[in-house]
């Protein structure tokens, strides 16, 4: 198993993980095989999405943040239902076919960590095999 950590800088933010889990991929030594990416936490997600003009991120954010406001009289008393039902949209894994120790994404697409939570220090869990 792998790990990447990842310092968010707000409260909803998109990063892109891409180079750290292809790194992970080298690491492991596989060449054909599968990339599971996985996030342990409740208030954040996994997608895979364009990665090559950054106003993607953006409106995904914008669209997500106005499908689930911040505040709407949640019975979650934590304050965060917001981020626990973004990251239950999302999802929180992803698998990637890699071929040649490479891993298979689309000429625009890269990975992206979601924090809906944020700022904080997250996780990330890989296993390539
Ligand atoms: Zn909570």
Known sequence: MGEIRVSTKSRTELVDITSQVQDAVRESGVLDGICHV?????????????NADPSVRQDILMELNKMVPFEDNYKHLEGNAAAHIKASIVGSSETILVEGGRLLLGTWQGIFFCEFDGARNRRVLTRIS
């Open 38 to 50: 996985y996030v342990p936490h409740t208030t954040a997600g996994i997608t895979i999405n364009e």
